[in-house]
């Protein structure tokens, strides 16, 4: 089961997948984290619809992607997926996915300056994804920004 809304998160240190290292302890600010694996089809889908949510709002609420592979496989996601916003690698101990209690991929966790959870998803569930828009439109003190206008998205798809 993942964390629940209200527990408190780890710090963590992750390198990204050119070797720069990232930590949360850097700065105190709103972040959102997913939990994916390349070959992932659910994180397929659900990864470029976080490309648009960071350059809506990535500014104000920064993104972080947390891959469960190798650097090299990350590398061509992003290119084949046009990510921009930071890719980190958690493989091969999986340990901020196990400090996190990730068990299905995606998973997708806002957490506030103090590092306590807001919000949290499993999977691609179209509804939480409006929601995690609302709020992120609320941190980010901007309109809300419907990314699926126009796109036939499921309603749920299992990770």
Not at 89 to 98: A, C, F, G, M
Request: aromatic fraction near 14%; charge should be negative.
């Amino acid at each position: 089961m993942p964390l629940n809304v209200g527990e408190r998160s780890k710090d963590f240190k992750l390198l990204d997948w050119q070797g720069k290292t990232l930590s949360t302890g850097d700065e105190r600010v709103h972040r959102l984290f997913v939990f994916y694996k390349t070959t992932c089809p659910t994180c397929q889908l659900a990864l470029p619809f976080l490309e648009e949510l960071y350059k809506l709002y990535g500014e104000a609420v920064p993104i972080w992607g947390i891959a469960q592979d190798r650097a090299e496989d990350v590398e061509k996601f992003i290119q084949r997926y046009g990510l921009s916003f930071p890719q980190l690698i958690d493989y091969p101990n999986y340990e901020v996915s196990l400090s996190y209690s990730v068990d299905v991929v995606p998973t997708i966790y806002l957490v506030d300056p103090d590092m306590k959870v807001e919000f949290v998803s499993q999977s691609f569930v179209k509804s939480e994804f409006i929601r995690l828009i609302e709020l992120l439109s609320q941190r980010a003190g901007k309109d809300f920004e419907d990314i699926f206008m126009g796109a036939e998205v499921p309603a749920f798809k299992p990770g």
